[in-house]
């Protein structure tokens, strides 16, 4: 059986004591660190982008982990890159060529991931199992933290 896997979202954080708050999520144990990144377009929400990788990057050895809940992620793939993104995540609704921007995310050296909302068909990662390092199925739909 796997282990267990602790990723908190900076979503949750206190921006205001950032660095606090990673040295404690790193001392219990998270291995890497989640960032939302929504645009309030795809999602009603508005959260982060590349600015705030580039800083957590400047706090942390832990990977990021970058899910973008974006119309056209393809756009971000070069700047989360550079920002010091370790995994880029983005819906396939969000955009037209899901396995060029797969191969685009890994050619930047990162992990490609899909994300699937609650109602997404499986039938959208057929095609394209082999391009993947990871899929996150969510339990609610995306654009809100804190949802039951």
Do not use: W
Not at 46 to 62: E, I, Q, S
Not at 73 to 99: K, L, N
């Amino acid at each position: 059986m796997r282990r267990v896997r602790i990723a908190p979202s900076v979503l949750s954080a206190d921006l205001g004591r950032l660095r606090e708050q990673i040295a404690a999520v790193e001392a219990g144990g998270a291995e890497c660190i989640h960032v939302d990144v929504m645009d309030g377009h795809f999602v009603p929400n508005l959260t982060f982008g590349a600015p705030l990788v580039g800083a957590l990057k400047r706090l942390t050895r832990l990977p990021l982990d970058v899910h973008l809940m974006v119309e056209r992620p393809e756009h971000y793939i070069a700047e989360f890159a550079d920002a010091g993104a370790s995994v880029f995540t983005f819906h396939p609704e969000a955009t037209v060529h899901v396995q060029r921007h797969l191969s685009a995310v890994r050619a930047e050296g990162m992990l490609a991931g899909l994300a699937l909302n609650p109602a997404s068909p499986l039938a959208l990662l057929e095609e394209v199992i082999p391009d993947l390092d990871l899929v996150l199925v969510m339990s609610v739909n995306p654009g809100f933290g804190g949802q039951r």
